[in-house]
């Protein structure tokens, strides 16, 4: 299974990026998705999730400022962010799990990763 992100870069503070995620050739409603960052010297953690069953879920830390959303006819996920601020950044990863997830910002369910991609917020 190939994850393709696009849609990286860097913004000043109170910018905006929308990333996505390709799944080519994947039966896309019969698996769940989500985005993960990692800052410099810190764990992956879980940004936003869609399951499924349409179920999404966010990190306190970007409700109101991100969207999940997904185009299940071209096997492809978004991630709008806004009102980004410096602490957003990091490289971003989009996961897929073929199992319903328990925890769906857990990194340790997802069973395949994209590459990720660089998000830069400046000062």
């Known amino acids: 299974v190939r994850l393709v992100e696009s849609g990286g870069g860097s913004v000043q503070t109170g910018g905006s990026l929308r990333l996505s995620c390709a799944v080519p050739?994947?039966?896309?409603?019969?698996?769940?998705m989500a985005w993960f960052r990692q800052a410099e010297n810190k764990e992956r953690e879980g940004v936003a999730s869609?399951?499924?069953?349409?179920?999404?879920t966010y990190a306190d830390s970007v409700k109101g400022r991100f969207t999940i959303s997904e185009d299940s006819a071209k096997n492809i996920m978004f991630l709008q962010l806004n009102a980004l601020t410096p602490e957003d950044t990091g490289m971003y990863y989009c996961?897929?799990?073929?199992?319903?997830?328990?925890?769906?910002?857990?990194?340790?369910?997802?069973?395949?990763w994209g590459t990720g991609i660089p998000v830069t917020v400046l000062s």
């Open positions: 869609i399951e499924s069953d349409g179920s999404i």
């Open positions: 996961g897929l799990a073929v199992s319903p997830l328990v925890d769906p910002l857990k990194a340790d369910y997802m069973d395949y």
């Open positions: 050739g994947y039966p896309y409603d019969t698996y769940s």
